[in-house]
């Protein structure tokens, strides 16, 4: 009998994803469905980037250079110059979205056996990522009682071990909110450099802080350049999830050597992404960041506030990206999404989430958890949280 390898036997459907065959049995029947589940926005994408694409001058849509188009790789420059970063060409490789950064971050940096230090919960692409990489996560755990904080160093060193290469960190957190500021940072930083450790870090939602702060990058941090893998996309900051492009950022000659191989092996990035991605990046300005921060927090304080009334759920509110996590009184979050898609609706209506066990590495936790994503207007936003309240009532009801 054919066998296949470890790694994918071992490797587990998304869970973001992984009900979308039963979401269209039901559209199928007419039932339509709040999909909270995925980081999907309805926010429209800048109109520059769809102009740049139709007014592309070309001959053919040829290979783009493996490392990024220069027109886009200066355009990122340019964005972290406003931040007060300087970058040099050699520093930035464009890729396949944030994901493919991920990915050849593990790669350049993973024996196997070795294992990656993340907070939990986690976004779980990192953990199949980490797997096929031949690592493994070492979970950070955290909870809604202490708002999900970690940059605690006693809590680092318990978790270190002889065989810790890395620390993953997403700053704003998905799928928590949690924010680092500098002050959390240089604990990670101190951690990082007093152990020999890369810091790989997840800055997709860097513009979509509620605090009050301004974030930056830890980019900033010349103390923990050799370490340091800074991951960044469009996905998110411009609400361009399927233009697939993202970068990944080090000041780490060797990183970027070894990054460049896998480039070069998926030859490039869309040629005519990369040319709406550049528009972006060079005429967005803060206006544009500040209102799509302000209505993903009015997204997010609606969501809170509705989940609040439920009675048994216990949720905190995210300080940053547009996720929020929540405890809900059920006893299986994977099977209460499947109740809601093939037995239950109301008035032809139903609800989709992410179920958040996969978000966790330590077994049994978050087996009553959800991830939702506030990425509905308000007024969807409290239809489906009034969707969900009745849920719970029919599925507990039923067992």
């Known amino acids: 009998m054919l066998e296949l390898s470890k790694k994918a036997k071992t490797t587990h459907l998304s869970p973001i994803r992984k009900f979308y065959p039963y979401a269209v049995d039901a559209a199928q029947r007419g039932i339509k469905i709040y999909h909270l589940n995925i980081g999907q926005p309805d926010i429209p994408t800048p109109k520059a980037y769809f102009d740049a694409i139709k007014?592309?001058?070309?001959?053919?849509?040829?290979?783009?250079p493996?490392?990024?188009?220069?027109?886009?790789?200066?355009?990122?420059?340019?964005?972290?110059?406003?931040?007060?970063?300087?970058?040099?060409?050699?520093?930035?490789?464009?890729?396949?979205?944030?994901s493919e950064a991920i990915s050849m971050s593990m790669f350049a940096i993973l024996n196997p056996g070795d294992r990656v230090i993340v907070p939990e919960p986690f976004y779980p692409?990192?953990?199949?990522?980490?797997?096929?990489?031949?690592?493994?996560?070492?979970?950070?755990?955290?909870?809604?009682e202490n708002d999900y904080f970690y940059a605690d160093s006693q809590m680092l060193k318990k978790a270190l071990r002889k065989n810790t290469k890395a620390i993953l960190i997403t700053n704003p957190n998905n799928p928590t909110g949690t924010i680092l500021n500098d002050k959390d940072m240089a604990v990670i930083i101190d951690f990082a450099v007093q152990n020999n450790l890369y810091i790989v870090c997840d800055e997709v939602y860097?513009?979509?802080?509620?605090?009050?702060?301004?974030?930056?990058?830890?980019?900033?941090?010349?103390?923990?350049?050799?370490?340091?893998?800074?991951?960044?996309?469009?996905s998110k900051r411009f609400s361009c999830c399927g233009a697939r492009v993202g970068a990944l950022i080090s000041k780490n000659k060797n990183i970027i050597e070894s990054v460049t191989k896998y480039a070069q092996s998926r030859l490039s990035v869309s040629t005519l992404n990369q040319i709406g991605a550049a528009c972006m990046y060079n005429s967005a300005d803060e206006h544009y960041f500040e209102s799509v921060k302000n209505e993903y927090k009015k997204r997010c304080d609606v969501m809170v506030r509705e989940l609040s009334k439920i009675e048994g759920v216990r949720v905190s509110p995210p300080k940053g990206a547009f996720y929020v996590m929540a405890s809900l009184p059920i006893d299986n979050a994977d099977d209460f999404q499947k109740f809601l898609l093939t037995e239950f609706n109301d008035n032809n209506?139903?609800?989709?989430?992410?179920?958040?066990?996969?978000?966790?590495?330590?077994?049994?936790?978050?087996?009553n958890e959800i991830r939702l994503a506030a990425v509905l207007n308000e007024s969807d936003t409290e239809r489906a949280i009034s969707i969900l309240k009745k849920g719970i009532a029919a599925y507990n009801a039923a067992r």
Request: glycine share 8%; net charge neutral; aromatic share 8%.
């Open 125 to 144: 692409n990192y953990n199949t990522i980490i797997r096929a990489a031949g690592g493994s996560i070492t979970p950070l755990s955290t909870s809604v």
């Open 66 to 98: 493996s490392l990024g188009q220069s027109e886009l790789i200066n355009a990122i420059r340019e964005y972290y110059k406003r931040l007060g970063i300087v970058l040099n060409n050699e520093e930035i490789v464009v890729t396949t979205g944030g």
């Open 206 to 234: 860097r513009e979509i802080c509620f605090t009050g702060d301004k974030l930056t990058s830890i980019l900033k941090n010349d103390k923990v350049k050799e370490h340091l893998i800074v991951i960044d996309s469009v």
């Open 349 to 367: 209506e139903t609800v989709m989430f992410a179920p958040a066990a996969d978000f966790y590495a330590t077994k049994g936790k978050g087996k």
């Open 55 to 64: 007014s592309a001058d070309l001959i053919a849509d040829s290979y783009a």
